[in-house]
C-alpha cells in the first residue's frame, strides 16, 4: 500500500494496516508532521462547538477517541479543565438554533452576534457529558466569577463561569512519531516491508510509482506497483492529484487558523494550570491553554487559496488574538512584546465553493475514492487529530475490502509506544524518573524532559545514551546524543526536522543560535549535512524561524 503525507492521519493509517499486516510505503515530501499536525489548538477534544452544528456523531465518535487516547496514550494526551465565561444568561439562543438547524450561512456573518448565555453554555455541556460518558474525567461545573478557585476574568465583563474538561496534545508532532514507530513494530513482528520516505516525491507511470529523493538524482530510489494509493496529503490533497496527473473535483478548501504562544507569567499565573475557551466579538471561538511553561492562544478561521508550507500568521491575526485575551484577562495586560513566536496551519476541510461560514464547515472525515485512476485511489478529507485513529481504521476497513482483504484486527486497544506500562499518577512518573536519573546519571530535569517526548521509551534510550558523549545542547537540558538518536531512528534530516518536531526546542525559550549549531554539527557527524554547507543552513534556518514564526534567536 502506498500511502502519501506522513501528517497524523497518513501516520494512523499506516500503523492499523500494519496491524492488518499490510506492507506499506509512506511517502512525504517534506517531514513528518510537519504539515498542519504541527499547527493545531492541540486539543483532544469531543468538539463542544459541534453540537450547535448538529454534529452528534462527530461529538459521539471525537469523545469516544478522547477516551482512548487518555487511556492509551497517557504519555502524550492528559486531561485538561477548561472555563467558559458568559456575561448573560440568555443569550445567543436564537444563533444557536439558526446554525443547529442549518441556517448559519455566510450571510450569517455578516450580522451582529449575541454572545452565547451561561443557559446555553450548560445545555452544551450536559449534552457533551452525557456523550462523553467518560468516568475518569468529573463533570461540568458552574459558578459565579469571582468564585475563589476559578479562572479570575473580568468582572466587569462577565458574570458565569461553566467548568468542564477536555484533553490535550502538548505535542501532535510527537504522537505521530510514536504511530510510525508502532507501524514499524508491526511490520517487524509480522515481517512485512514498512518504508517512511521523507523529502520524497511520487509519480505515476501506468500502474506503477516511481518515488525519487528531492533532495537530487534523476532515477527512481524505488518502482512498485501498489495495491492501492492511500492519498492522506490534508491540505494538499487536490494538488497531490494534481500531480500525479489524476482527474478530480476539488476536495479541499482549506481555511487557516493562527495561533500565538505566550511566556507572559502574568498570563500563566491568570490561568493557573486551567484553560479558558472564550467568544470573540465576532463569535469566534478562541482558546487559551497553557503549554509547559507558556500559553497558546488561538485561533482563526479565513478562507486560504495559496500553498499551505507558506501560511503565516498576520498581523491582523496577531492583534485579534491579542485583543480577544485582554477582553477576558485584562490583569495579564498582554501585549505584542509577550508574544513569543506565532505559527498558522491550514484546516483541510471540504470544499463548499465558499457556501458556508469557515466556522460553519464540518469538521467529520471521509474517504473520496477517484475512478480515474489504473491503481486504487483514496483521499481523505478532513479529520482532526483527536479522530486521526478513528479515522485511520475507517480507512484500512474500506481499502482493504476494495482489494479484497479481510481486516484482522484494528487499533482500539492497541497502546501508543512510549504508553506501555506507564505509571499510574503524576506521583508515580516523577519517581520513575527519579530512579531513571540515578540509573543513566542524567538529571532529573533532564530525564523529564526527555521523558515528555518518548513516554516510557526513555529508559531504554537513556540507558543506551548514558554510555556516551552526555553534553547538552547550549543552554538547554537535551543531550546533544539524543539528536543524533532521532536522526538514527526517527528519520529527522534537518535542523527544522530536530527544532520543530524532534526535540520540541522550537517551543523552548532557551534555545539559542549556538545550539543551533551544535544540532547542524550533529547533522554533519550523520552524513545529513555538508561542513561546508553549515553557514548557509543555519543563515536560512534562522530567516525561517523569523519569517514562519516570528522567533528571533539570540546569541
Ligand atoms: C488552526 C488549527 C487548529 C486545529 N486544532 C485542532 C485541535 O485542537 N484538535 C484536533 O483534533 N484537530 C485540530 N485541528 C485539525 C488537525 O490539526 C488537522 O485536521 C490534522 O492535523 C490534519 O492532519 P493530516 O495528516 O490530514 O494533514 P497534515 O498534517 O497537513 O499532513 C499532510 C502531509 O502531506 C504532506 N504532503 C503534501 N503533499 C504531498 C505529496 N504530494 N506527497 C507526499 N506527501 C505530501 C505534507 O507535507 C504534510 O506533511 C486544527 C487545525 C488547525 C489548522
Not at 492488518?20 to 469531543?46: F, K
Not at 458568559?86 to 445567543?92: D, E, K, L
Not at 448565555?117 to 455541556?125: C, D, E, P, Q, S
Not at 510514536?178 to 511490520?187: G, N, Q, Y
Amino acid at each position: 500500500m502506498l500511502i502519501l503525507g506522513a501528517g497524523i492521519n497518513g501516520a494512523a493509517v499506516a500503523r492499523e494496516l500494519a496491524l492488518n499486516r499490510v506492507s506499506v510505503c509512506l511517502v512525504e515530501t517534506a517531514d513528518v508532521a510537519s504539515g498542519t499536525t504541527a499547527y493545531s489548538s492541540r486539543l483532544i477534544h469531543g468538539g463542544l462547538r459541534y453540537l450547535e452544528y448538529r454534529e452528534l456523531d462527530l461529538v459521539r465518535e471525537s469523545l469516544t477517541e478522547r477516551t482512548r487516547l487518555l487511556r492509551l496514550a497517557p504519555q502524550f494526551v492528559r486531561p485538561l479543565r477548561m472555563y467558559i465565561p458568559s456575561a448573560g444568561r440568555w443569550g445567543g439562543m436564537w444563533r444557536v438554533l439558526r446554525n443547529f438547524l442549518g441556517r448559519g450561512d455566510v450571510s450569517a456573518a455578516t450580522r451582529p452576534a449575541a454572545p452565547r448565555g451561561a443557559l446555553l453554555v450548560r445545555i452544551g455541556l450536559w449534552l457533551y457529558d452525557r456523550y462523553a460518558r467518560d468516568p475518569s474525567l468529573p463533570r461540568h461545573t458552574s459558578h459565579r466569577v469571582g468564585q475563589p478557585g476559578t479562572i479570575a476574568v473580568d468582572p466587569r465583563r462577565y458574570r458565569w463561569l461553566s467548568a468542564y474538561y477536555d484533553a490535550q496534545v502538548m505535542y501532535p508532532e510527537r504522537l505521530t512519531l510514536a504511530m510510525l514507530e508502532d507501524a514499524r513494530r508491526s511490520s517487524h513482528e509480522h515481517g512485512i516491508a514498512f518504508d517512511v520516505l521523507t523529502y520524497h516525491r511520487t509519480e505515476l507511470r501506468g500502474e506503477q510509482v516511481e518515488v525519487f529523493d528531492q533532495r537530487g538524482g534523476s532515477e527512481p530510489v524505488l518502482t512498485f506497483q501498489p495495491a492501492a494509493i492511500i492519498n492522506a496529503t490534508g491540505a494538499w490533497v487536490d494538488e497531490t492529484l494534481r500531480r500525479l496527473h489524476v482527474d478530480s473535483r476539488r476536495l479541499i478548501g482549506g481555511i487557516k487558523g493562527s495561533h500565538l504562544l505566550t511566556h507572559s507569567a502574568k498570563l500563566r499565573a491568570a490561568l493557573g494550570g486551567d484553560a479558558l475557551y472564550v467568544e470573540a466579538p465576532d463569535g469566534r471561538p478562541v482558546f487559551m491553554l497553557p503549554l509547559g511553561d507558556a500559553v497558546l492562544i488561538g485561533t482563526t478561521d479565513i478562507a486560504y487559496e495559496a500553498d499551505p508550507a507558506e501560511a503565516v500568521a498576520s498581523d491582523e491575526e496577531i492583534d485579534y488574538l491579542i485583543e480577544t485575551a485582554g477582553r477576558v484577562l485584562p490583569q495579564a495586560k498582554l501585549n505584542r512584546d509577550d508574544i513569543s513566536l506565532h505559527y498558522c496551519g491550514v484546516r483541510p476541510l471540504p470544499h463548499t465553493g465558499g457556501a458556508k461560514r469557515p466556522g460553519a464547515i464540518t469538521r467529520r472525515h471521509w474517504l473520496d475514492r477517484n475512478e480515474n485512476c489504473p491503481i486504487p485511489l483514496f483521499s481523505v478529507i478532513g479529520g482532526k487529530i483527536t479522530t486521526a485513529r478513528s479515522l485511520a481504521e475507517e480507512t484500512a476497513a474500506t481499502v482493504l475490502d476494495a482489494i479484497g482483504r479481510p481486516v484482522r484486527g484494528n487499533t482500539r486497544e492497541q497502546v501508543f509506544a512510549g504508553g506501555e506500562d506507564y505509571p499510574a499518577s503524576e506521583v508515580e512518573v516523577r519517581r520513575v524518573c527519579e530512579q531513571l536519573a540515578t540509573t543513566t546519571g542524567f538529571d532529573l530535569e533532564q530525564v523529564e524532559r526527555v521523558w515528555q517526548l518518548l513516554g516510557t521509551r526513555s529508559r531504554n534510550v537513556l540507558a543506551e545514551l548514558s554510555a556516551g558523549d552526555r553534553r547538552c545542547i547550549a543552554d538547554t537540558v537535551l543531550p546533544c546524543s539524543l539528536a543524533r538518536w532521532m536522526i538514527r531512528h526517527e528519520w529527522a534530516r534537518t535542523l527544522g526536522d530536530l527544532v520543530e518536531r524532534r526535540l520540541m526546542l522550537l517551543y523552548d525559550q532557551r534555545l539559542k543560535t549556538i545550539g543551533l549549531r551544535q544540532l547542524a554539527e550533529v547533522l554533519v557527524e550523520a552524513g545529513a549535512l555538508r561542513s561546508e554547507e553549515v553557514e548557509a543552513e543555519l543563515a536560512a534556518y534562522q530567516r525561517r524561524l523569523k519569517e514562519h514564526f516570528g522567533r528571533e534567536l539570540t546569541s
